[in-house]
Structures are given as structure tokens and as C-alpha cells.
């Protein structure tokens, strides 16, 4: 292959590569945001009870808090699954490595990777 | 790593519980006997994988051929301190149920720290040739200033940071062993450096990878344990809604209803607390306001994504097969990690551990004693040691990379034969754990604000130039050194001059972290864009 050639295949795998990185960056972004907020939201609204206000029984889920259950352990379990479910179907191999075209090559380039 | 500082604060309340526990059946030092001889065994053989390969890539990246066990468990070994295993249960056991805002920001510190950043740092240093973060920004803006103020803010914070882990881990070893500070602390120096030193990169991930395992293993396999002796969970919860808060009656506070199982939680305890405050009545005050819950909550989260000593096993995988499968183990670990304790420092009252204010670091050791068998206990002993010693091996390394590759080679220029490369990285490796020795048997107070802030610090600093870097086109070096120095700046302000303190408690971070974020947008749209030809590299171009 033309070094031309070599060099535009390099750009258009590189351009693929970042589309793909951005899009899984904001899928990520947005559980991140969304596990944070939400448990944020429910730790608080039903965590921070004033003290005439909490129950003489509080209630209690497994022996947990209700609102430590609520709040943290099944936003924690959602967000495992949600990670599952992005490692498993929306974050992609990388496309097969394409080398970086000799008068592209950094001075300590060394392709020792494989994708 | 984010607990760090709970450790530190408690090293000077050193006990003699974890050596009354080896005498009380010396059987429980069979498992840290045994993890010490695998880690020296780990470190002989990867060592043999240097001979014939670059030298270099072996030494920093392994040959960037990790499998997603190793980056997974070597990820989180890393991240984890001692801390994590001492200082957050004695948190637990402080403050009960309300830790759990404090520590649900860990929900999405996998998918943050893998998902995030994982794949993009690990082809673009596949194709650039870079061994450091720091290489990767040297070369995207071709400026050698950047590339020498990352490398120096990594050098000196991961040092102090080191400092912190080094008196940790003499701490560990001198209350298991019942010998002096300064003999722990030798002992656990000799010990890392040798095999950090000879083993390299491969070295230290195999070994976190084994303390990965030995970690969750003691925490996970204590909980069955402290739950059938306090009864069941129901009855612990419920015994401990009865808990009356000491701190508060020290202070002369009228103790607020099942404190320990609400939000914002019993009193905060301070170290010097006497009993007899002068002046005008007390005020409440409680630990985790939720200003305070949020800050953490945002510095668990996201702080741990660029740290220094974790961004090395970006550089490191296989493949992106191995960082998805990675980050499938490492969700559910860290679930279980956190999750472990908080469930058993919740039954420690219920089983009549009743330990005075600002004696909580003997918390886990006294849970070893009431409720686990000798086998355990030995786990548990060499759970908080595997996590020190797992945390400062890769900070070793990343010190010793920022000296060798970012600033002798790069910044000076000097360009080394193999052999030279080799013998510099091992003298560097080992000249940083002296100079670290040397630092923790005299500990000096000065640098003590320093670890406090290390992990707030550095994420308000690295975070956002290093993200701009991978992602934005728009960023240029002007915009990276405002993020940069704008952020460190801010942070120190902040801490120093406590200019929000009356308004609202935030964490430092929560002021910095937005602002260098600001600072490399200003800064890069300040100056003029990098041209296509350079962007081209790394943002390629549309078909």
C-alpha cells in the first residue's frame, strides 16, 4: 500500500475511533450522572429525617435502613447491570490496529499493540 | 487511595490490638507468612520477562499485555490504601449507617475510572510510543513545559503521597509484629522497594493482583461471620438505633434519636476533644452535612479517574475485549468491598464493642477478635498490608517513570542506551523509596496537609487537562497549563483561606475542580488552535 493511501486509512480508522470513544464517553457520563443523582436524592429526602421526626421502629429492610436500601444498595445494584449491560453491548472492540503511517510515526512509536 | 487520610489521621493511635491478636493463636500469621513469600516468588518471575524485551515497555507498561483479571484487580489495589480496610470501617464504626452517603459515590467509580478515559489513553499510547500520561500530553501539544509541570506536580504529590502509605505500612507491621516504628517501617521499605525495584510494572500488577484477591476475600468472608454473632442484621440495626452518641455527651449535646441511623449522623469527633468546652454553648455538629455528603459523593465518584498511580494500567491492557470483561469484574467488587464493611461495623456495637472517641482504629482488629476464626483473622491482617503495599509499589513506579522518561529523556534530552535506561530506572526506583524512608521515620509535619489533600488535590489538577487532552480538539497548551496550575491554585486557596466556610461546607474539590475545568476552556479559547495537521494524529479525519 501507497504510503498515501496507508496515511488516509490511518485517519479514517483514527476518526472512527474517536466517533466511537465519544459516544461511549457520554453514555457514561449520563450513568454516571444519573446513579449519582438519583441515590443523592433518595439518601437524602429519606435519610436526613429530623430528629422528632424519625419513627421509634425505623424501618428496616434485610436489618438495613430502608432508606440505606433505597438509597444505596439497589441504586449500587442498578448501576452494576448498567455497567454490564454497556461492557456487554455498547462499548465495541476497537477496530483491528492499523499501524501509524512511517512519516507519521512519533520518534518513540513502537507498535506493539494489537486491537 | 480516597481513604488515605483516614489512616494517616490514626497511625499515631497506634495499638498493640493486631499483636495481642497473633499471640492470642500465632497460626493467624501463617496467611501473611505465605503472602510475603508469594510476592517476592511473583516478583522473581516477572522479572525474567525483562530479558529480551524493551526494556522500558516491560518496565512501565508490561509489554501493554494485560488480561482483565490483572487490570481489573490491579486497577482497584491500587486505588485502594490501607485505608480503605482500617480507616473507612472505623468510619462505619464511628458513624454508623450514615457512611453510606458518604461512600455512595463509589457506585460509578468503576464505569468512571475504566469507561471513561480506558480505551482512547490506551490506542493513543499504543500509538505514540507513550509510557506516561505525561508522554501523551508532551506529544499532543509538542510543549515540553507541559509535559515538565504534569510530571513535576506528580513527582512531588505522588511522593508525599507515598510518605503517607510508607508510615501506614510500618504502622501495620510494627502492631502485628510488636516491634519498634522505625524497625516496621525498615521492613515494609526493604521489602516493597526490592521487589518494586527487580520486578517492574509486571511485578506489581501480578502482586496487586494477588492482594486484589487476598483484600475482598478477608472483608467479604467477615460478614456471615459478624452477622450470626450479633444475631442477624435486624437485631444489630436495632440495638444500634439505641446507641448513645459519646461525642455528644462529652460535649454537653443532648443526644439526638437513633443518630447512627440517620443522616447527618452523631457527633464528629475530634482528636482533642476534652470534655469541658469554655465559651458560649456548643453547637451541634454533626459528621456528614450534606454539603459535605455531596462533596464526597462527587470526589468518590469521579476524583479517582486520572489519578497518577492508576492511569498506568490504562497504558497496560491487551485489548478492548479486556477492559470491557474488566469492567465487569470491577463493578461488582467494589459493591461488595464497601458494602462488606458497612454491614459489619454496623453489627460491632451489638456485639459490645463500645470504643472511646478517637479510638476507632481499633475497630477492625477487635471485630477479628470477637468474631473471626484464626484463619480469617490472618486474611484480615494481611488485607490492610496487601492494600498499603499494593497502593505504594505503583506509586514507586510512577514516580520513578515521571524522573526517568518525563524529565531526564524528555525534558533534558537525554537519550540513554538500553543499558543506561535500565540501570537509571532501577536506581531511581530505589533512590525514591530511600527518599521516602527517610521522610517517614522523620515526619515531618509540614508535609502532613499535603496527604490530606492529595486525592482532592489531584483530582481538581489532572482531571480536566487530561480529559480535554483525549477528547476536545480545542484544547491547546495554554488552556492545559491554566487547568493545570488554575485548579492547584484554587485548591490551595481554598484550604487556606476558607472563603465559603461560614455559607456552605463544601470540600475544597467542589471549588477547584469546576474551575480548572473553567480555566482550560478560557485558556484554549484564548489562544489559537492547534493546526489540522497535528489534530489529524489524534482526532483522524471523516471519510
Redesign the interface.
Known amino acids: 500500500m501507497s504510503n498515501d493511501k496507508q496515511r488516509q486509512s490511518f485517519l479514517i480508522h483514527q476518526a472512527r475511533h474517536v466517533r466511537q470513544c465519544w459516544f461511549e464517553a457520554r453514555i457514561v457520563f449520563g450513568i454516571i450522572v444519573v446513579a449519582l443523582t438519583v441515590s443523592s436524592v433518595i439518601l437524602y429526602t429519606q435519610g436526613y429525617v429530623l430528629p422528632e421526626q424519625r419513627p421509634e421502629q425505623p424501618t428496616l429492610i434485610l436489618g438495613i435502613p430502608a432508606w440505606v436500601m433505597c438509597g444505596l444498595v439497589v441504586p449500587w445494584l442498578a448501576t452494576i447491570g448498567v455497567t454490564w449491560l454497556f461492557a456487554l453491548f455498547l462499548m465495541k472492540d476497537d477496530e483491528p490496529y492499523v499501524e501509524v503511517p512511517k512519516d507519521m510515526r512519533r520518534s518513540d512509536s513502537h507498535s506493539t499493540g494489537r486491537d | 487511595m480516597y481513604d488515605s487520610l483516614l489512616l494517616l489521621g490514626q497511625v499515631s493511635e497506634t495499638t498493640s490490638k493486631w499483636y495481642a491478636l497473633t499471640q492470642r493463636d500465632p497460626a493467624i500469621l501463617i496467611p501473611f507468612i505465605g503472602y510475603m513469600l508469594a510476592v517476592f516468588a511473583i516478583a522473581i518471575i516477572a522479572h525474567r520477562y525483562q530479558r529480551g524485551a524493551?526494556f522500558e515497555?516491560e518496565y512501565y507498561v508490561a509489554?501493554?499485555s494485560f488480561g482483565p483479571w490483572v487490570l481489573a484487580l490491579s486497577w482497584v489495589a491500587t486505588l485502594a490504601s490501607g485505608g480503605s480496610f482500617l480507616g473507612y470501617p472505623s468510619l462505619v464504626y464511628s458513624y454508623g449507617?450514615?457512611i453510606?452517603?458518604w461512600?455512595?459515590?463509589s457506585?460509578?467509580t468503576?464505569?468512571?475510572g475504566l469507561?471513561?478515559v480506558g480505551?482512547?489513553i490506551?490506542?493513543l499510547a499504543?500509538?505514540?510510543?507513550?509510557?506516561t500520561l505525561v508522554?501523551l500530553l508532551r506529544?499532543r501539544y509538542s510543549n515540553d513545559t507541559i509535559g515538565s509541570v504534569y510530571a513535576v506536580m506528580i513527582v512531588i504529590l505522588t511522593t508525599v503521597y507515598l510518605m503517607a502509605q510508607f508510615i501506614a505500612g510500618a504502622v501495620i507491621l510494627q502492631s502485628i509484629l510488636g516491634t519498634s516504628y522505625r524497625m516496621g517501617l525498615i521492613l515494609f521499605a526493604v521489602s516493597v522497594v526490592a521487589y518494586t525495584t527487580y520486578g517492574g510494572f509486571r511485578a506489581v500488577a501480578w502482586t496487586d493482583t494477588m492482594q486484589g484477591i487476598v483484600m475482598i476475600v478477608g472483608v467479604v468472608l467477615l460478614v456471615p461471620f459478624a452477622?450470626h454473632a450479633a444475631g442477624?442484621?435486624?437485631?444489630?440495626?436495632?440495638r444500634l438505633?439505641e446507641r448513645p452518641d459519646p461525642t455528644a455527651q462529652l460535649r454537653g449535646l443532648e443526644t439526638?434519636?437513633?443518630?447512627y441511623?440517620?443522616?447527618?449522623g452523631p457527633e464528629k469527633v475530634v482528636q482533642e476533644l476534652d470534655g469541658g468546652e469554655q465559651g458560649p454553648a456548643p453547637t451541634a455538629n454533626p459528621y456528614l452535612p450534606?454539603s459535605l455528603?455531596?462533596s464526597m459523593?462527587?470526589l468518590r465518584?469521579?476524583g479517582g479517574v486520572l489519578m497518577p498511580t492508576a492511569v498506568p494500567r490504562m497504558l497496560a491492557f491487551?485489548?478492548?475485549?479486556a477492559?470491557?470483561?474488566a469492567?465487569?469484574l470491577l463493578?461488582?467488587y467494589l459493591?461488595l468491598m464497601y458494602?462488606s464493611s458497612l454491614?459489619t461495623m454496623n453489627c460491632a456495637w451489638s456485639l459490645g464493642l463500645d470504643l472511646a472517641p478517637g479510638k476507632s482504629d481499633q475497630a477492625v482488629p477487635e471485630m477479628a477478635k470477637l468474631v473471626a476464626p484464626a484463619w480469617l483473622a490472618g486474611v484480615l491482617i494481611a488485607a490492610p498490608f496487601a492494600a498499603v503495599m499494593s497502593t505504594v509499589d505503583s506509586a514507586l513506579l510512577v514516580v520513578s517513570g515521571s524522573v526517568v522518561r518525563d524529565l531526564i529523556q524528555k525534558t533534558f534530552k537525554l537519550k540513554l542506551s538500553q543499558f543506561f535506561q535500565r540501570a537509571l530506572a532501577y536506581f531511581v526506583t530505589a533512590a525514591t523509596g530511600v527518599l521516602v524512608l527517610t521522610l517517614a521515620l522523620s515526619q515531618p509535619q509540614f508535609l502532613i496537609p499535603l496527604v490530606i489533600h492529595y486525592t482532592g488535590g489531584a483530582a481538581s489538577v489532572l482531571f480536566w487537562p487530561s480529559l480535554a487532552t483525549l477528547?476536545w480538539k480545542r484544547a491547546t497548551a495554554a488552556g492545559i497549563l491554566s487547568g493545570l496550575l488554575g485548579g492547584g491554585c484554587i485548591y490551595i486557596a481554598v484550604v487556606l483561606f476558607k472563603p465559603f466556610d461560614g455559607i456552605v461546607n463544601l470540600h475544597p474539590f467542589m471549588y477547584a475542580f469546576p474551575a480548572s475545568a473553567i480555566l482550560v476552556g478560557i485558556g484554549s479559547w484564548l489562544t489559537a488552535r492547534q493546526g489540522d495537521e497535528d489534530l489529524?494524529?489524534?482526532?483522524?479525519?471523516?471519510?
Open positions: 524493551e515497555v509489554g501493554r449507617w450514615t453510606a452517603f461512600v455512595a459515590g457506585m460509578v468503576a464505569i468512571a469507561g471513561l480505551k482512547r490506551n490506542r499504543r500509538q505514540t510510543g507513550a509510557l508522554d506529544d452477622i442477624g442484621m435486624r437485631e444489630a440495626t436495632t438505633a439526638r434519636q437513633h443518630d441511623l440517620y443522616g447527618p450534606l455528603a455531596l459523593v462527587l465518584g469521579i491487551r485489548d478492548t475485549r477492559l470491557r470483561r469492567l465487569m463493578a461488582p459493591f458494602g454491614i477528547y489529524e494524529f489524534y482526532f483522524g479525519r471523516d471519510e
